[in-house]
């Protein structure tokens, strides 16, 4: 029963998303299902997800707005390019077990027009393990990138803005502070990760068979030269993201303004680039 499995859900969820999650069961139906929203907004006012098991090792997830959602869907209809960027490719990063689609539009360009807005997934778990485990793997395999882009669509409030303590402003009159904020930004790392693993991109440490389960430690890298942000080229997070370990990271930033690429950090580490 999906209904006894809220806890690990709302945390799952909040884990992931980094958002608060309000859930409740949901009894209409031949089986009970479980309606998820953001606790800032309600069940009304901003999207819901409805998580359903269907048949023995599926479950189904439909978003879609609740009936007030108006002055949310007027935020989002402000949102950036490069937030409808982020927002795509979390969508896009599902795996192939997950069919996903955007009812009259393309998953490549979507937006959210209007309240009629809708989503639906159907992830196939592969094997029929317990539920507990295939409630854990669809939160963070589809509702965890669905409800991620709409948070990014909407817009999280900025906390962080200023914590720039352990990385001092460069000296001179060039600061990159778009990278700085795009490596920061704990959305980019759920993304990064997502995409490449918790691998880290240059010398190949895996912090959590190295640590264990303190090897919370690989960070973001942004790709982008510094030199091309005078003539920005549009931000991809999927190719301009990579996780690196924290040394190869302050090594890549021991060149300023310009970091050194992931080969060139590479052959440092006498390894080769192929
Ligand atoms: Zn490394
Ligand atoms: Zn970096």
Same mark, same amino acid.
């Given at each position: 029963m999906i209904g006894q499995h809220e806890e690990l859900i709302v945390r799952e969820l909040e884990l992931g998303t980094g958002a608060a999650i309000e859930v409740a069961v949901d009894q209409r139906g031949l089986r009970a299902g479980m309606q998820i929203w953001f606790g800032d907004l309600g069940p009304r006012n901003g999207p819901v997800a409805e998580m359903r098991p269907h048949g023995l090792k599926s479950h189904k997830v439909q978003l879609s707005f609740g009936n007030f959602s108006g002055a949310v869907i007027n935020q989002i209809k402000e949102a950036t390019h490069e937030d409808r960027q982020l927002a795509r490719a979390l969508v896009g990063s599902m795996e192939s077990n997950v069919k996903i689609e955007v009812p009259g539009q393309s998953l490549e360009d979507w937006s959210v027009n209007d309240g009629n807005f809708r989503m639906d997934a159907q992830i196939r778990h592969e094997t029929r393990s317990d539920t507990e485990l295939m409630i854990e793997k669809t939160c963070r395999d589809v509702v965890v990138p669905m409800m991620g882009a709409m948070a990014e669509l909407i817009g999280y409030d900025v906390i962080?803005?200023? =914590?720039?303590e352990d990385e001092p402003p460069v000296e001179g009159a060039f600061r990159p502070s778009v990278v700085n904020r795009r490596e920061r930004n704990p959305r980019n790392r759920l993304l990064c990760i997502r995409l490449h693993g918790e691998i880290c991109s240059a010398c190949g440490l895996d912090p959590y068979e190295r640590y264990g389960e303190n090897g919370k430690i690989i960070e973001v890298h942004h790709l =982008?030269?510094?030199?091309?942000l005078a003539s920005p080229k549009p931000y991809d997070p999927v190719t301009d993201l990579v996780p690196l370990c924290p040394n190869c990271h302050r090594v890549a930033h021991s060149r300023r303004p310009l970091p050194w690429s992931i080969s060139e950090v590479r052959s440092m580490l006498g390894m080769t680039n192929d």
């Open positions: 962080d803005e200023d =914590e720039t =982008e030269p510094l030199s091309s």
